[in-house]
């Protein structure tokens, strides 16, 4: 295994020990870091190299028991994102009616309105069961906004 070990788990000391006769000798003697010890107890089939791991372990699942999982976004974000959500159904919706009127003009921004009237529907529409996912628990926007519960409520003509 030792593609998983690097040269700074461990190194070789000269350390003086007392040896025969009580004479003291220096030997070579290997000390590890942290990790190299959790390695060498992690490939050794010892009794204590068994008790570490059964150590190691209990300590892991205590840390995942008692540890609550980060939120990505704060709920005002999430709200600021679905306002966001809110804007685009709006000008989706605004581009779907104009588009008729760009297409008998030939207008030259015609072919960005139909790109847009073709492709984003279905990413505004899975964007907003996203944020109803992750905003459901919210039941007042951070900022008194009174109209928080009809946000999504937008876009049921052209996005269903």
């Known amino acids: ?11 070789v000391i000269k350390m003086k020990t007392n040896g025969i006769n009580n004479n003291l000798r220096e030997k070579s003697v290997r000390v590890f870091s942290l990790r190299g010890c959790h390695l060498i ?33 704060s709920d005002e974000e999430l709200c600021s994102l679905s306002y966001l959500w809110r804007s685009s159904a709006v000008m989706y919706e605004a581009c779907h009616n104009i588009y008729p009127l760009l297409l008998a003009a030939e207008h030259k921004l015609l072919p ?22 992750e905003t459901k628990h919210i039941d007042d926007h951070p900022w008194g906004d009174s109209n928080w519960n009809n946000v999504f409520s937008y876009g049921t003509g052209v996005l269903q």
């Open 112 to 133: 960005r309105f139909a790109s847009i009237v073709t492709n984003h529907a279905r990413t505004i529409n899975w964007t907003r069961d996203l944020l109803r996912r």
């Open 1 to 11: 295994n030792s593609d998983e070990f690097t040269s700074s788990m461990s190194m």
């Open 41 to 73: 107890a992690m490939f050794a089939t010892t009794d204590k190299a068994k008790e570490f791991r059964r150590w190691v372990v209990d300590i892991l699942d205590r840390e995942v028991a008692h540890s609550p999982i980060a939120k990505q976004f």
